[in-house]
């Protein structure tokens, strides 16, 4: 199964994507696409955060990227 997706995807397959797939489409799924996540996005960027960031640095440059988003 590892050589045939290699072939058809130019070599570039991992033995362990392989058996992902191969494990999906045994239990039905005929899509190799990601399936659609409900959780928080990965950005809450709004432009008073935008704003807020340069007056929370100049407080402190040492602070980390959790220290920012806590202060906004």
């Known amino acids: ?3 045939i997706f290699q072939k058809a995807y130019g ?3 991992k033995q ?3 058996l992902m797939w191969y494990k999906r489409f045994r ?8 399936d659609d996540r409900s959780r928080c996005p990965s950005t809450s ?5 935008v704003q807020k960031v340069p007056q929370v ?4 440059k040492r ?8 202060e906004c």
Do not use: P
């Open 11 to 13: 070599g570039v397959i």
């Open 27 to 34: 239990e039905g799924q005929e899509s190799v696409n990601n």
């Open 45 to 49: 960027q709004t432009d008073n955060s």
């Open 57 to 60: 640095l100049d407080k402190d």
């Open 1 to 3: 199964m590892l050589k």
């Open 63 to 70: 602070f980390s990227g959790w220290m920012i988003a806590e």
């Open 16 to 18: 362990s994507q392989t």
